[in-house]
């Protein structure tokens, strides 16, 4: 079955530093792995989306990476800001699939 | 803009009363999609439609019912809600091609009392 989890499950951080997420699965055969930011009572929105061939790819402050080999995903926030505040959602792809497999998300509270 | 819009954005309702949430996308897309979301439970699917008339059971269809008689429009039926189905709705829709990424909708906050 395939499956995808996130850690941590929560984080609280200072506003200017970094935090990372991290996201494993079990999606196979792997077509891609995206990022979305959700915002509390809002919809996902995509942040990054990775290839098997992509190692790392940025969007602003947001850098993600990939490691296909063991199937790890990685999502760096850099000089964090109030506005990051929101759950951040791992989602995979299988390339012989039409659904998508979703984590539960990290949920990342930043404080002044 | 391109857009998913899902109506209402809040909704309280009694145990057995029918109710449908609207979901509607202006970018032509032939995939939509109907999630639940639960604290600590992510993000599960309902029912999805891959073209008009075609639609398919997601993970947790039991107690929902869709229709996809136009490209543009996919509502999501609860003819018997129960509190089990309070929850966060999201439709979504993309390409024929999942993999190209979701466009969601805001969401629809649905408390069943």
């Known amino acids: 079955k395939n499956q995808v989890e996130q850690s941590p499950q929560s984080l609280i951080i200072l506003e200017g530093k970094n935090c990372t997420l991290q996201c494993n699965y079990t999606v196979s055969p792997f077509s891609n792995l995206r990022w979305y930011k959700q915002d509390t009572g809002r919809g996902p929105v995509s942040l990054t989306i990775?290839?098997?061939?992509?190692n790392t790819k940025s969007n602003g402050r947001y850098t993600a990476t990939l490691d296909a080999d063991t199937k790890q995903s990685s999502l760096h926030i850099t000089a964090s800001q109030l506005s990051d505040s929101a759950s951040y959602i791992c989602v995979v792809s299988a390339s012989n699939d039409y659904k998508l497999s979703f984590g539960a998300g990290t949920t990342v509270t930043v404080r002044a | 803009e391109a857009q998913v819009t899902q109506n209402p954005r809040y909704l309280i309702t009694v145990t057995g009363k029918k109710l449908t949430v609207t979901c509607s996308q202006n970018m032509n897309h032939e995939y939509m999609s109907w999630y639940r979301q639960d604290p600590g439970l992510g993000l599960r699917q309902i029912y999805y439609s891959m073209n008009v008339e075609v639609t398919d059971k997601g993970d947790v269809p039991e107690g929902y019912k869709v229709s996809r008689k136009e490209k543009r429009n996919f509502p999501l039926i609860l003819e018997s809600p129960s509190p089990n189905q309070t929850s966060l709705y999201f439709c979504?829709?993309?390409?024929?091609?999942?993999?190209?990424?979701?466009?969601f909708g805001s969401g629809t906050r649905l408390t069943v009392v």
């Open positions: 979504a829709s993309s390409t024929h091609r999942v993999d190209y990424g979701y466009t």
């Open positions: 990775m290839t098997f061939s992509e």
